[in-house]
């Protein structure tokens, strides 16, 4: 763990250089009024003063007992980085030092069997167990928020690939196993899952699915829903295991109960999951719209007529110029820009400031077939292919821009994303809304907003929004001013016809949306399923079943007091 | 209801003629040993001695201001009517007058306030209430199984398309719509649901997602469950509706626990359907293939090499040879057999004895390229093309088999369904531990079987298995000899990792393997959200969630006292 950085996303040796993109910052200044002297640094991890563990002696010894003595850990780096997750406010508060409540100790079981016997000493001793992957939520999923002990339970040594069935091209897999260690060992047999998301190298297959999780594939693969034959659940009442079958028409899902449940009813162990043979060919395209709408609709109407491109990103108007902006010097697009020259492009119409790129992908023995079809699509709503080039740096860069998240912490700007997902219809209204609450909310809080969109999974029925919004961050208010945002854009979305989470999930932060998403009814079936399985509510309590923990009063409170809205 | 047939299938005036089909009651008789005397005819409905109905005049008066005079029926032909569904034992009791048990009355609700009123009058008068839709059950799941008075809830007038979205290609549609109504309305706007299971004339919207049901577009277009955008269902505790959006990560699926639910949580008023557009082309193929296996090798490779018709249906050896034997001799199959030549096939290795018949059928705009693509890939498994008129003659006269049946229990012969899915790598031994379970329980009651089977829904992962079984009727003993043989297909199934029922569902027939198919830890799941929703156990009881109410003793008892089997 000594290599992850502590108080924000992935290797601590690892940073997103500015170096080579020269507009990046000029355009960042003029967009958000930075002077340029803003900074936001960590503290200095000794200066943390940490709560001690408050386990007694005599159950850190059953602990050790349960598991093994180097599988309970409880020195202040391990307890830290087990802490939050990875969303705007957890960073805030590490690199203010501000952990109040973090776990008693770190337990890392080997198997599901010592999961069990952990969850029963929770159960007996009035203890909170949190599961955790790879602590890459960035909705507060793993967060302490209870006032009893809690254990974070890391599952990373449940890693294996237990047995892969090429017959059926399903694959049987421990929860904990981290993305890059996944692809690796299907890769190793000419199979592959699949499931990208930008956090692949930080997150698990366990995660994945107790958070109902999306990848940049997802408009060809699916999401992980679709991805998940079975799995294998310990929860505080048993465990359930459900069947590898295809399909099944034997009552209510319990599948779909778990996938999606958050580590609230239990510990995902292992899946079998649905895995497929690595494609041979993939083809990349970017092409330019020449607004935003005409590529909405060239999107719709390939998914529609079953022409279905494994990657779609499609970004907004915003996006697409801040993308360009903001955008390295290479060689590829000297070469472009050379070829066909920016001002060919804009007496056709196309611009860089007010066009919409779009990112193709296309996977498998059909990738040329597919991707013409596509392009064809697109063409008939007047896309101009700008090139392979500009579609592969940013498949190059996918996972690198987390990392572009700390660089603007450091200098003092608030970023964060956030997501949805709607009927197509109903696509334009919502966009509009919420790049509407999202700036008004913002100029509340005294900074300019910039507020990027892109649509980036695709169904026959609707897509995915997925929204990254920006600001100068107030001084001393930085998490006031971020739940401001939030609770803005978040009521915006739920207003218009969006759902509270496409791919993300709910924890902590999404938690007072959770019964206008399901309704009083639906929740206390909810809460019914959890009471069922978790009677104590030992499995990470304060998530998305209780909203009375949540940050709706906070964050009106932190409106009052600081920005004086009624 | 009056033109429909009250002891069986469909409308009374339809038969399923066996004229033109010289070969049928030949291969029948030798097939199943039958002297040709046997026989078994309906009861005069008249000689029905049904039970009063137990509602008081005031209940029935209370009942009629919730809807109106005229949608309260407690005449004898419409309970009879409502008290079974169409499964084997259904058809037995009917055709016996043999219906201790029938519904108190049948209420025909308008709309959803009537449906919430009449669930509030359920509860507060200890009246049980079913949800009743085509009625085509055949696994017992609309069957009074409660003691206390019972109320039939027919939804056939909430019939309604309410709305359609072009532009999302949904439509929100009342849960009570038959299937043709349902496709007409769609289809008038270029639109299609593409749910076509054999039930289709005389089965509803609600019912098909009550039941996780499937069509013979399963394989292309989906099962209903992933066809279902969202649901709203009225339960005792009050409504759920769940939101209109492609995708969510907003928490456990309460959609997936409505779909699948077989009335026991409340009923389904309405759901919002994925369609699409009404394809333009049909292409349909029928092939031979020298073995079952060979035919399974060729339906995997192309879903797994994402070449997906739309209709796949492969029949093992033994429905081949059926399926043959009992051909209409019509002008296509005459031209057939005179452009190729029985024997010239036969020399080719091509046997209708042993072979394995596939018809795909591919709808769409690429319809000619996937069907070329699937026939590549079955002629790498030396499949033999046999045409289209075999396919199309098989398409025109798949809603006419469910009245063969009726033809065969007039003649004294058992003859009945059963359906599970599993994983390719288990499709084999499934398969064969099920015929031999079929043949020795069939036995072990006196009568030869025929047991046929084919592979009608295929995903990436396996594929379902339908069998249907026939045999000589154990005279007096029609029932007991169905449970002994049904209950041998069911533990095999269970035994050989297949699931207790792809698209039947459970019903009060399945009941008794529910724990088996998911635990206790997962049955709890299930009665606590029952126990949430309904807590007075209105809703369809002594369904899925009861096995105590179920079959396995009076099975194990029926073996006992007639096949002596320990």
Redesign the interface.
Known sequence: MSELRWYGWGNAAKTFSLEHRPGAWDFLRAALDLSGDESFLPCDFNSIRLRAPRLSDEQLRALRNLTAPSAVKIDAMTRVMHAYGKSYRDLIRLRRGDIPNPPDAVVFPSNEVEVAQIISFCAQNDVTLIPFGGGSSVVGGVEPRDERLTISLDLARLNRVVSV?E????ATIEAGILGPDLERELNARGLTLGHLPQSFEFSTLGGWIA????GLTSTGYG?I?AMT?SVRVV?P??????????????????L???????GT?GVITQATM?V??LPKTKKYQALLFKSFADGVAAI?AMV???IVPTTVRLSDEAETKSFFAMREESQGWKAFTERIGLQFLNSMGYSFENGALLILGVE???ASRIMSAAQAVCKSQSAFSIGEGIAQSWMRDRYETPYLREVLLDRGVLTDTLET??????LDRLHKAFLQAIADATASTESKSLVMTHVS?C??????LYVTFLARMAQKKEIEQWETIKRAATDCIMTN??????????GYE?AAW?QR??????M??????K???DPKNVMNPGK?LEAEHSMVGLAMEYQERFWNIP
């Open positions: 069935d017959i059926s091209q399903t958070t109902r999780g999306a999401k829903e034959q929860t009442h048993g465990v359930i295991e459900t069947k590898n079958v295809p399909a099944t028409a034997a009552g209510s899902s319990i779909q109960m778990i996938v999606g449940s958050e009813l649905r497929r043979a719709r529609q007529s079953d498998g023995d059909s997902a709607t009927t197509w219809d109903n999974h169904y026959r029925d609707g897509a995915s016809g969006g759902t509270l989470s496409h791919h993300h999930g709910v999404h959770m998403e399901n309704g009083k009814v639906g206390d079936a909810l809460k019914a399923l009471s069922a399985l998305w």
